[in-house]
């Protein structure tokens, strides 16, 4: 399959691709990975007239610990998660998620803004992030804006990004002591598959008294976003945490989520699945704010 005829951009500066996005609007995209964008270009899905390379852009590539945040650069790719040592010793969610997307040709070329971007309702990455409480900086030529990620998706391929702005990079609070998050995925193959269902979850422990202080637990490809299962959060706080408690947070969740039947599953089994996986994930942020 051919792509599409377009323009081809490469800007060397955030201000620079800011200045072409403002200029092209709509008919521009941009591309960091490729791994989504040039599948639905040869699909004749979509055909945009100016394609925006982020590929030289140093500034929205890295991560670094910056006072009580971790930055991650936009261009970070997948594979960089799975395997740089802060996101594996502050951010274990976050790495899980990354291990499981794709194939490692894939996590070679995608990035993290283009995995949040696609707002694909099954992606790996969104639920850890929204559990971690992380929030994405959108720039253009006008400023920039810091949106709360869980507020950013509005959609299957709807997301709160301007056409005239750039997702440059991703800020996630950085986890202190009785704090801890864990993220599992679970589809009908181990790999190179969509998800059927994935949970993120989060606690942290009152330091007093060990009883959960806050709590946020977020489920993907039961609902056109990730979702909050904010009747389960409610059943956590202020308790004592026990496997009692992570079953009946589990199936609470159950009843938060708006799942479909599809060739990969049914309704129930997803339900089904989310009160499993929300304790399972509950009992790895357990023992890592308890320190077990």
């Not at 990035?111 to 900086?137: C, E, F, K, M, Q």
């Not at 949106?147 to 991703?170: A, Q, S």
């Not at 009946?248 to 339900?271: L, M």
């Amino acid at each position: 399959m051919l792509l599409p005829r377009f323009d081809f951009h490469e800007p060397a500066s955030i201000d620079e691709a800011c200045e072409i996005m403002a200029t092209f609007g709509p008919k521009a995209k941009l591309l960091a990975g490729g791994t989504d964008l040039m599948v639905n270009m040869k699909k004749k899905i979509l055909a945009p007239e100016n394609l925006v390379c982020l590929s030289k852009i140093e500034s929205m590539h890295g991560i670094a610990e910056k006072g009580d945040q971790i930055v991650i650069g936009g261009r970070y790719t997948v594979a960089e998660l799975t395997t740089d040592p802060l996101v594996e010793k502050k951010l274990g969610a976050l790495r899980s998620g990354a291990r499981a997307l794709g194939s490692p040709l894939v996590r070679n070329r995608a990035t993290i803004a283009g995995n949040i971007g696609s707002a694909r309702p099954a992606s790996d990455l969104p639920p850890s992030l929204i559990a971690y409480g992380a929030t994405v900086i959108l720039v253009s030529s006008k400023g920039e804006r810091e949106v709360l990620l869980g507020n950013f998706f509005k959609g299957p391929g709807f997301t709160e990004l301007r056409p005239e702005e750039v997702l440059t990079e991703i800020r996630v609070p950085t986890p202190t002591d009785g704090q801890g998050a864990g993220y599992i995925n679970l589809g009908v193959r181990k790999a190179q598959d969509c998800n059927v269902v994935n949970v993120a979850s989060y606690i942290e422990l009152d330091e007093k008294d060990g009883s959960i202080k806050k709590a946020r637990i977020v489920m993907g490809s039961v609902g056109p976003t990730p979702l909050r299962a904010g009747t389960a959060e409610s059943v956590l706080l202020g308790q004592k945490p026990d496997e009692a408690l992570f079953l009946k947070a589990g199936e609470a969740a159950r009843q938060d989520c708006t799942p479909i039947d599809d060739f990969r599953g049914s309704a129930s089994y997803r339900k089904a699945m989310v009160g499993v996986l929300t304790k399972r994930t509950l009992d790895i942020a357990h023992r890592q704010a308890s320190g077990a």
